[in-house]
């Protein structure tokens, strides 16, 4: 059965601080993973997207990787901002028409002063 | 310019009602998306329509009705609303074909909330 788990559930850290975030899929195929940042009354928004041969990639202070052949995935978020507070939810794309898209319930990350 | 907009934002009302949310997408994508996301913030697909076609319906209670006028369009209809209706709906759309990255693209959400 094709699952996206997403650990921790929560986590609060203070501001300035580093933090990772996990993500592991049993999907298979694979097509790509992206991660979503959901702000607080917010739809979610792309993060970055990493494909089967990509190992890491960078979206400003965000880091993403990706170890296909353990199937896990990490945001890294470097020197944390109040801004970063939202829940990050990671989503595996399985080949095919139209988007057959794994939802993982999401990190909910509090960023404290 | 809002890329993809819901209305309204906010939904209060009585069980047994009936009551729809709007959906429009100015990105010129060619598929469009209803989820569902509960208090646990778990997102779930509803539905999908490509260019007017509806390609997936998940598990949904007959009671909920979407309608594509067009591709910049997707409407959910809500028939006798229960108080597990109560959550955020989320329109969504995505690029199909060439070039598909799957990246969707949501909408800010429409919180019904049925007492």
């Known amino acids: 059965k094709n699952q996206v788990e997403q650990s921790p559930q929560s986590l609060i850290i203070l501001e300035g601080k580093n933090c990772t975030l996990q993500c592991n899929y049993t999907v298979s195929p694979f097509s790509n993973l992206r991660w979503y940042k959901q702000d607080t009354g917010r739809g979610p928004v792309s993060l970055t997207i990493m494909t089967f041969s990509e190992n890491t990639k960078s979206n400003g202070r965000y880091t993403a990787t990706l170890d296909a052949d353990t199937k896990q995935s990490s945001l890294h978020i470097t020197a944390s901002q109040l801004s970063d507070s939202a829940s990050y939810i990671c989503?595996?794309?399985?080949?095919?028409?139209?988007?057959?898209?794994?939802f993982g319930a999401g990190t909910r990350l509090a960023v404290h002063p | 310019d809002t890329a993809v907009s819901q209305t309204p934002k906010y939904l209060v009302t009585q069980m047994g009602n009936d009551k729809s949310i709007k959906c429009e997408q100015n990105l010129g994508h060619d598929t469009m998306y209803w989820y569902k996301q509960d208090s646990k913030k778990f997102l779930k697909i509803m539905f999908s329509?490509?260019?007017?076609?509806?390609?997936i319906n998940e598990t949904v209670p007959n009671r909920f009705s979407p309608k594509s006028p067009d591709k910049a369009h997707l409407n959910l209809h809500i028939n006798s609303l229960e108080l597990g209706d109560s959550a955020v709906y989320f329109c969504a759309s995505s690029r199909t074909g060439t070039g598909n990255t799957g990246e969707l693209f949501f909408g800010e959400g429409s919180r019904l909330t049925v007492l």
């Open positions: 989503v595996v794309s399985a080949p095919g028409g139209y988007n057959k898209l794994i």
């Open positions: 329509y490509n260019n007017k076609e509806l390609i």
